[in-house]
């Protein structure tokens, strides 16, 4: 036997002593995940004591499918953020104290966390950010606006990116915090996206107090923290889907279903499903070079190639989707607002063809719109000419913003 088969043999007896002591069926869902948090097998390139074993990211995936195949229960749409790059830049940025308060209430989703960064009027140009984090004794004070936070109304805290200089350049004089969201200063309305669900949410942020304790990373190198966290947010990425499955499987099942399969209309709806297929397999096959390729520590373009793909793939695979079922793909049950519970429950519930369809554009705006994936992909990897950038150099104080 291999060295590499020995380790997998290791990992799934630790995954299978996990599910024997807590039966997924029977055991409530923060007490498992509790329990794989203690067993070090949250996040197993974590050390010791903070959810891991100090092994390889790649040992994880083991250790999901295990668990994955027993029915154990799983945070990672529940508290996507923070398992995400929240608990990544805890790690890396937090204090011994912050470690050991925060990481496990996040494995567990006993703590929700969201992600304070997108403005009114900052969002592709995040840097040009406005809320303002000013130094009070041991405390900062915060004021200022948030857009898009995404399960705000359930969080318990927040990843906060404030500027604490405006007189240096925009990058330059960013702070990154944790701001407690159950204080008064900070207020939360959903907002009401075109599905009905309201699933992110405007926050308000009037002198809200947060000790310098919960700073993360050194003051002015909140851009810094962001970015290196935000790369962390690859060990959250999802296994490759297997070949055919997700939209486009529902494509293939809603084509079979449909009784009329030889109109011309029927025939065209063939053609584009079969096109479609191929660009699904396409990205997937892409998706997994690309996982390979960050392995390896080398994250080529097919990082941003595969965002941009994926985000307008999705989009046409959801406008398919509604076209396969015909005039049945008009209905829809209720654009009433719907406070998202953030990914408990099934949130596609009744109709979920045309749910998806209403939802697809999130895909190319979430993360990054698909133009910026274009800039990226035109000047890091065509090396096409940059952007001009008319408030390079100048103090933030001084560039014009919306
Ligand atoms: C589902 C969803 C969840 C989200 N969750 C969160 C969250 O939890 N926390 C958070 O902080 N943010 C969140 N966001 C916000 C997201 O990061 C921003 O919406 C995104 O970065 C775009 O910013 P914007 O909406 O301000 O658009 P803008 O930046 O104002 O862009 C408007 C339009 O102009 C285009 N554009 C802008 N700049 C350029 C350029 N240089 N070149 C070419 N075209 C350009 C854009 O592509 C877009 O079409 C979420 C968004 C979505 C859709």
């Not at 310098?212 to 490759?240: H, I, Q």
């Not at 049950?333 to 979920?352: A, F, N």
Request: charged share 20%; net charge negative.
């Amino acid at each position: 036997m291999t060295d590499q088969q020995n380790a997998t043999n290791d990992l799934e007896e630790l995954a299978d002593e996990l599910l024997a002591s807590h039966p997924p069926a029977t055991t409530p869902m923060e007490v498992f995940l509790g329990a794989q948090f203690d067993a070090g097998l949250a996040w197993v390139h974590f050390p010791p004591g903070c959810g891991g074993l100090s092994l390889p990211t790649t040992a994880q995936a083991t250790i999901d499918a295990r668990l994955r195949a027993a029915g154990a229960p799983s945070g990672r749409m529940i508290n996507t953020t923070a398992y995400g790059q929240g608990a990544a830049t805890i790690l890396h940025y937090g204090s011994a104290e912050q470690r050991r308060r925060y990481l496990r209430p996040i494995f567990t989703c006993e703590e929700i966390w969201c992600q304070l960064f997108s403005e009114p009027g900052a969002g592709s140009d995040l840097a040009s950010l406005a809320t303002r984090a000013e130094p009070d004794g041991d405390e900062w004070v915060v004021n200022g606006q948030k857009v898009w936070t995404t399960r705000g109304h359930l969080a318990r805290f927040g990843l906060l990116l404030a500027r604490t200089d405006p007189e240096q350049v925009k990058h330059a004089g960013l702070t990154y915090f944790v701001l407690d969201m159950h204080q008064p200063g900070v207020e939360v309305k959903p907002l009401r996206q075109m599905t009905g669900d309201a699933g992110f949410n405007e926050v308000f942020i009037n002198d809200a107090r947060i000790a310098d304790s919960e700073r993360l990373g050194e003051v002015g190198e909140g851009w810094k923290v962001s970015t290196t966290t935000l790369a962390n947010e690859r060990y959250n990425f999802m296994a490759p889907p297997s070949r055919g499955s997700g939209a486009i499987g529902t494509s293939v099942q809603l084509w079979i279903d449909r009784t009329d399969k030889a109109s011309p209309a029927a025939l065209a709806l063939r053609d584009r499903l079969l096109r479609l297929w191929i660009e699904a397999e396409t990205s997937r096959l892409t998706s997994i070079r690309a996982t390979e390729a960050r392995k390896k520590g080398n994250a080529g373009p097919e990082s941003s190639i595969g965002k941009l793909g994926a985000a307008e793939l999705g989009k046409k695979i959801a406008t398919l989707n509604v076209d396969l079922l015909g005039a049945e793909g008009m209905r829809y049950s209720s654009y009433e607002m719907r406070i998202s519970d953030g990914g408990r429950t099934q949130e596609l519930g009744e109709y979920p063809v045309q749910r998806a369809f209403v939802s697809s554009p999130s895909g190319s705006i979430a993360g990054g719109t698909s133009d910026i994936q274009r800039n990226i992909i035109g000047e890091r990897v065509l090396g096409l000419p940059r952007e001009p950038a008319p408030d390079k150099g100048l103090p933030w104080s001084q560039t014009l913003r919306n």
